[in-house]
């Protein structure tokens, strides 16, 4: 069974909506972050201060490979997991489903969580839109689907994501 990746920019709902599916599906749910704290022994935000962002996407393809080491499982990616060449090699095991939403959803997601750095010199909104225009193109490579979750619920998500993977393991 292989296993489904979740992607998207961090804050599109990723993590909550992976929970459910795996629930929903009786599977284990895997957040690549959650494995690269686990790794490298220290906070995200501690591998992007002291370390720097080249040394954290090293760490996010060594967590997407062990998360990748066991079948049929739901997968959280971060939201550069795109921007690393080596990484579609490794999504294109499973069948991937790209999570999208508005940029200011996003803002008002990622904005109170502490533990998102800034990955540009741009303000807030500035980097959100910024990035979403340079990722776009390696997102549409990567995915095999895609859920439009703006004005849906988690439970709405989850649902049309499971519709469409079981259309692609049948």
């Known amino acids: 069974m292989s296993n489904l990746f979740l992607i998207g920019y961090?804050?599109?709902?990723?993590?909550?909506t992976g929970k459910r599916v795996a629930k929903i599906l009786g599977k284990e749910f895997v957040d690549t972050d959650n494995l690269i704290v686990?790794?490298?022994?220290?906070?995200?935000?501690?591998?992007?201060?002291?370390?720097?962002?080249?040394?954290?996407r090293e760490w996010e393809t060594k967590a997407l490979v062990r998360a990748n080491e066991c079948e049929n499982q739901i997968i959280s990616c971060g939201g550069g997991i795109i921007t690393e060449e080596r990484n579609f090699e490794i999504l294109a095991k499973g069948i991937v489903c790209l999570l999208t939403t508005t940029p200011d959803l996003i803002y008002t997601r990622i904005y109170k969580d502490g533990n998102r750095p800034a990955l540009t010199d741009k303000g807030?909104?500035?980097?959100i839109k910024h990035l979403l225009e340079v990722r776009g193109p390696m997102?549409?490579?990567?995915?095999?689907?895609?859920?439009?979750?703006?004005?849906?619920?988690?439970?709405?998500?989850?649902?049309?994501?499971?519709?469409k993977f079981n259309s692609f393991s049948n």
Not at 38 to 56: M, T
Not at 139 to 158: G, I, L, M, N, T
């Open 139 to 163: 997102y549409q490579r990567a995915k095999d689907f895609e859920v439009k979750c703006a004005s849906k619920s988690v439970s709405e998500c989850a649902d049309e994501i499971i519709e």
């Open 10 to 16: 961090r804050g599109t709902g990723k993590t909550i």
């Open 38 to 56: 686990e790794l490298a022994n220290k906070s995200i935000p501690q591998i992007f201060e002291e370390d720097g962002e080249v040394a954290f």
């Open 124 to 127: 807030p909104m500035d980097e």
